[in-house]
């Protein structure tokens, strides 16, 4: 049990206010133990509006316990397509806008594939904990697509094998063998810089592979690789393509196009910052070998 003392300087302030900054955790957060019964303040239970008051003896209950799944009964309840559902998997369209998973409890009550699978589904494997219930991989919050989330134990370990097959490929050629292949589709600003990249380029599918530098604290710049398949539709000013991804790091497509002068719309982060259009990435084509040794391909 946590147990300290308030002095004077949060005197007046709401006690959800106080904790959720001396925590990293939402007001929310506490509101969901303080209705538990899990806040004291000298020795009695409070209400979230609580004023606290100079030389208040505050006491918490153990936050780990309420870092479960119940957490996520905050979760939005969303609508997301299901594109196709088997006893061990589905495979989801995710919408733009929709997270992944929340990256801590602050983002809870934002809508998220993982919000949408515990209200839709229940007592999903994780590789991690609750919050990434179900998930095997992800897609950026402004990316849409296809996405494969695990119903049972017996497909995450199979999904696990073919994904460290492909990572421990020493090769390009030992990557594209593998039975795990991720396409996506991007839109791209076509700037001067681009044009010269596409007449350099001559011929497709032209592989990009060079170091990634994620705009991410703490990042680590290492070689991945993306495949660019064929060009779908070239305009004055735009170009779209079909993208293999060999490799799969955070930003790693729209880093490698930005590099070259080709922007992804709607990508404030690697193209303008003033962009508002809807970031014209995605994941559109999953092709895998499933737990029936039966080869899978899902398009949108």
Not at 163 to 182: C, G, M, V
Not at 251 to 262: A, D, E, K, P, T
């Given at each position: ?49 609580y004023?606290?008051?100079n ?12 870092l ?34 929340p ?8 809508p998220?594939v ?14 991690w ?58 839109t791209a600003?076509?700037t ?28 680590i ?16 000013k ?5 993208l293999e991804i060999l ?18 719309v ?12 809807p ?13 029936d040794?039966e ?6």
């Open positions: 049990m946590t147990i300290y003392e308030e002095t004077g300087a949060s005197e007046g302030k709401r006690i959800d206010t106080r904790l959720s900054k001396q925590f990293s955790y939402s007001r929310n957060f506490f509101h969901h133990i303080i209705s538990r019964w899990g806040v004291k303040v000298n020795n009695k239970i409070v209400k979230k509006s004023q606290l008051k030389n208040d003896n505050i006491e918490i209950d153990d936050i780990q316990r309420y479960s799944p119940v957490i996520l009964d905050e979760a939005p309840k969303i609508h997301i397509p299901v594109i196709l559902e088997k006893d061990d998997y589905l495979i989801i369209n995710k919408p733009k806008g929709v997270l992944s998973h990256k801590t409890v602050r983002e809870v009550h934002e998220s993982v919000g949408f699978l515990y209200h839709t589904y229940k007592n999903l494997p994780t590789i904990n609750f919050i990434r219930a179900g998930l095997l991989h992800r897609l950026d919050k402004n990316t849409d697509g296809l996405m494969i989330i695990a119903k049972t134990e017996k497909w995450l370990e199979h999904f696990k094998k073919l994904f460290q097959a492909k990572s421990e490929s020493k090769n390009i050629d030992d990557k594209e063998q593998t039975e795990l292949k991720k396409f996506y589709r991007a600003h076509l001067s810089e681009g044009e010269k990249f596409i007449e350099w380029i001559h011929e497709l599918p032209y592989t990009i592979q060079e170091p990634v530098i994620a705009k991410l604290p703490h990042t710049s290492k070689i991945w690789i993306t495949k660019i398949m064929e060009i779908v539709e070239k305009t004055e735009t170009i779209t393509f079909n490799t799969g790091r955070t930003h790693q497509i729209r880093y490698h196009l930005s590099h070259h002068g080709l922007p992804i709607g990508d404030y982060l690697y193209g303008d910052a003033k962009e508002t259009e970031m014209q990435l995605t994941a559109y084509k999953l092709i895998f070998r499933d737990t040794n080869i899978i391909t899902v398009e949108i």
